[in-house]
């Protein structure tokens, strides 16, 4: 780490080498965005089918409650 640390003080960062990183960084962020992107996707498929499954056990309550009245 100390040598690291050296190099940095010594050598002071370069057009090329910011631009390097720029590049790194986006392409970090892009694959960061792809992985956001389907886990979203995930999560609403995943509330959907809940959504459903919710609305299938209300209608079924709401139908046997008018089954116990007539």
Do not use: N, Y
Request: aromatic share 2%; proline share 1%.
């Amino acid at each position: 780490m100390a040598e690291v640390i050296a190099e940095a003080i010594s050598a002071p960062a370069t057009k090329a080498d910011l631009l390097a990183l720029k590049a790194d960084l986006q392409a970090e962020i892009g694959a960061l965005r792809a992985e956001l992107k389907a886990d979203i996707e995930i999560l609403k498929r995943d509330m959907t089918i809940r959504l459903g499954s919710m609305m299938v056990v209300a209608v079924g309550v709401i139908l046997a409650g008018f089954k116990l009245i007539h």
